[in-house]
């Protein structure tokens, strides 16, 4: 157990929805990051937040955007749904702004988005 | 842009015996870190190993091992003994700080362990 929570597991939501995927980092983690894997793509980097601070950005559509709350708990909303953006959405923490050998990535378990 | 390449989209290998998982990357910074994840089918990401380019030991984590050719920007995951439970995918990573972007991601190499 990574110690990273992600909710739901699973969601399925018609095209031209929004949705809102939630994360909370590991105990002490201040940085998070969201990722969404799909089979064409791989895993892509979209967007990090350290500290309820926007770190850094991927490649994430303007229709989706991200926020870290005070408690460091994040969520990433994706809206007008297309049927590409079917994929698995990753959220990963860190214990600090940056990447290291003493400071890598946890992942958590992923939610899995269909749109139809 | 960093990048990582991985050219086996898929390997197979015997219980109890080595395999090695190839991985190239691109970068222009000069402290850069690697990693390779491990992705079972229960689709959790794991973390296998890590690697400072700064450091020229070789990384080990019981039964996985990497080869770092720095000059070569190779990183190759070396697991001995290969075990049933090994079958997953995995990535190679590189992150590189600067602009921090996170970690990026080769397309994995899916290995199979045939009994």
């Known amino acids: 157990d990574s110690g990273v929570t992600q909710t739901p597991k699973h969601l399925i939501t018609a095209t031209g929805q929004r949705v809102t995927l939630r994360c909370s980092p590991r105990?002490?983690?201040?940085?998070v990051y969201w990722y969404q894997q799909s089979l064409d793509q791989g895993l892509q980097f979209l967007i990090q937040?350290?500290?309820?601070?926007?770190?850094a950005k991927g490649n994430i559509l303007e229709r989706f955007s991200a926020q870290q709350f005070p408690d460091l708990h994040s969520e990433l909303n994706l809206s007008s749904l297309e049927l590409g953006d079917s994929a698995l959405y990753f959220c990963?923490?860190?214990?600090?702004?940056?990447?290291?050998?003493?400071?890598?990535?946890?992942f958590g378990n992923g939610t899995r988005l269909t749109v139809t | 842009a960093q990048t990582v390449t991985q050219s086996q989209p898929e390997m197979s290998v015997q219980e109890a015996e080595t395999v090695t998982l190839s991985c190239t990357y691109d970068?222009?910074?000069?402290?850069?870190?690697l990693f390779w994840y491990k992705q079972p089918p229960s689709r959790q990401m794991i973390l296998v190993i890590r690697?400072?380019?700064?450091?020229?030991q070789n990384a080990t984590e019981n039964r996985f091992s990497v080869n770092f050719q720095k000059a070569a920007k190779s990183f190759s995951l070396k697991i001995s003994d290969s075990q049933l439970g090994d079958a997953a995918m995995y990535f190679c990573?590189?992150?590189?700080?600067?602009?921090?972007?996170?970690?990026?991601f080769g397309k994995g190499t899916h290995l199979i362990i045939q009994p």
């Open positions: 937040y350290y500290n309820g601070e926007e770190r």
């Open positions: 990963a923490s860190s214990g600090t702004s940056g990447l290291g050998l003493n400071s890598p990535l946890h």
């Open positions: 105990s002490g983690d201040l940085s």
């Open positions: 970068t222009s910074e000069s402290d850069y870190y």
């Open positions: 990573a590189l992150y590189s700080g600067g602009g921090a972007d996170g970690l990026t």
């Open positions: 690697q400072e380019a700064y450091k020229q």
